[in-house]
């Protein structure tokens, strides 16, 4: 069974703390995707990597960085937390479109983030 | 550009009954159109992809949608409503015809499903 895992399903953090989120997949795919997704915004595209060390801003970049040091592992980092990154994030993987032309995502569980 | 509607932000039906979620697309390419569910706190699963094999597609859990090229459209049905069927439905859109190894993906708002017994 495919699977995309996060590291957390719940953290609750303090204003101000660097914060790490971790996503892993087993599907040797080549794209990961960090998204977030809040009340009536659906979801939003934070960043994405096509390959390793490779990264591309997304729609809401601000405030966050990423890391993609190994295929499977996508790391989401907030430098300095913020209570508007209070916020479920999700964590997804896709194959490249000569591999499969449709572009399915899979996605994580996701994490629920508080920053108090 | 790509675009995707959701007309109704929430919809509700009675259990047994039939569920209409209504999905409209705007794509420069031939797009490869895709429904996710999301049950609470809980990741999104997909539900079915059109692949351009067939107008109507049959996805997971008696789910179906079908492809309307005319009229832009890819409405997810299902005859009869049960009650695990509460969750947020996601209309997707992707372009299939870009050559770049990121394809950008559009997300619909979502609707809300809500079944009563």
């Known amino acids: 069974d495919v699977k995309v895992t996060q590291s957390s399903r719940y953290l609750v953090k303090r204003t101000g703390e660097k914060v790490f989120l971790e996503c892993v997949q087993d599907?040797?795919?080549?794209?990961m995707f960090w998204y977030r997704q809040d009340p009536g915004l659906g979801l939003r595209l934070i960043y994405f990597?096509?390959?390793?060390?490779?990264?591309e801003k997304g729609d809401i970049p601000e405030g966050y960085s990423v890391s993609r040091e190994k295929k499977e592992r996508f790391s989401l980092i907030l430098e300095s937390a913020s209570t508007n990154q209070t916020s479920m994030y999700l964590c997804a993987s896709s194959s490249l479109p000569e591999k499969d032309r449709y572009n399915e995502q899979f996605f994580g569980p996701g994490t629920r983030l508080t920053v108090l | 550009a790509q675009s995707v509607t959701q007309l109704d932000s929430h919809v509700s039906v009675s259990e047994g009954t039939p569920v209409l979620l209504r999905c409209n697309y705007s794509?420069?390419?031939?797009?490869?159109l895709f429904w996710y569910v999301q049950h609470p706190n809980k990741g999104l699963q997909l539900l079915l992809k059109y692949t351009s094999a067939a107008t109507l597609v049959k996805g997971i859990n008696g789910f179906e949608a079908e492809f309307k090229k005319s009229e832009t459209s890819f409405h997810l049905t299902k005859p009869s409503a049960h009650m695990s069927d509460a969750a947020e439905y996601f209309c997707v859109v992707s372009d299939s015809g870009s050559k770049t190894s990121y394809d950008k993906v559009i997300f619909g708002p979502g609707t809300s499903l809500s079944v009563i017994p």
């Open positions: 599907m040797d795919h080549e794209n």
């Open positions: 794509s420069s390419y031939s797009p490869s």
């Open positions: 990597s096509y390959d390793v060390k490779m990264k």
